[in-house]
């Protein structure tokens, strides 16, 4: 089992920036992948960015570029550092640790006003 705990949310203007920060206790060695998900209202979920156990990176097309997924392996840890935030970036946000299952944080909302 893998429990994760995610901070850092709230409410910006456009442009700005928040750093969320997701740490995980438990069987952290069986962690490969970990992720940010977020879920605007009225949508579903989607994938925002993933990093590898190995520190390889993806992102989705509309986050490229502004947001960072980093990860502290020491503490258990991953960041996702967003910048140039716009309001379309409004919604919950969502760490995920997979293993050979799939463990949720219990979500961070976001909010960017114009």
């Known amino acids: 089992q893998v429990q994760l705990v995610e901070s850092g949310g709230g409410l910006v203007q456009a442009v700005g920036s928040l750093r969320l920060s997701c740490a995980a206790s438990?069987?952290?060695?069986?962690?490969?992948?970990r992720g940010w998900y977020r879920q605007a209202p009225g949508k579903q979920r989607e994938l925002v960015a993933r990093?590898?156990?190995?520190?390889?990176?993806n992102y989705a097309d509309s986050v490229k570029c502004r947001f960072t997924i980093s990860r502290d392996n020491a503490k258990g840890t991953v960041y996702l550092q967003m910048n140039s935030l716009k309001p379309e970036d409004t919604a919950v946000y969502y760490c995920?640790?997979?293993?050979?299952?799939?463990?949720w944080g219990q979500g961070t909302q976001v909010t960017v006003s114009s």
């Open positions: 995920v640790a997979m293993t050979r299952s799939w463990f």
């Open positions: 438990g069987s952290i060695f069986s962690i490969n992948a």
């Open positions: 990093i590898s156990s190995g520190g390889s990176t």
